[in-house]
């Protein structure tokens, strides 16, 4: 196969690759129609799946907690913790729950651990108070 034949051959898989993507994003036939809420309500229930709707009483568990909110109803307590070197996120958790900065010491740490906060933690001593969010706290933890 000469050179000529070769880069035409290429052409035309670039040609036709091209035509290709153009059809299938450029038409919205790749995506179904939408159904209405009465027609998913249906499908659902022929799925063998039960349709109801929440409660007052399932609205409040399943909404999840916001770490981030700030309880303001507490008396503003301070504590200054002396993060030491290989200290692991669980041990200052653990001194943050003892002091009743944090309510739940495995919740900070997934949430430390979710937002990448952990393996950014300073050595030092940090002033800390119960009115702080969690990310209040991360960071003044990795800061």
Known sequence: M???RLQ???????FTTTIFAAFYYGTDKFEGPT???EEAKELLVKKGFVVTLPTEE??????PKDP???????????????VKTNMTTAEIADLLSKEKIIDDAAEFVAYMNDRDFSKKIQIGEFVVTNNMTYR????????
């Open 2 to 4: 000469n050179k000529a």
């Open 58 to 63: 399932a609205k409040k568990t399943v909404q």
């Open 136 to 143: 209040q706290l991360a960071n003044t933890l990795t800061h």
């Open 68 to 82: 981030d909110k700030v309880i303001m109803e507490k008396e503003a307590s301070t504590y200054t913790i002396k």
């Open 35 to 37: 159904p209405s809420v």
């Open 8 to 14: 035409g051959l290429s052409a035309g898989i670039i």
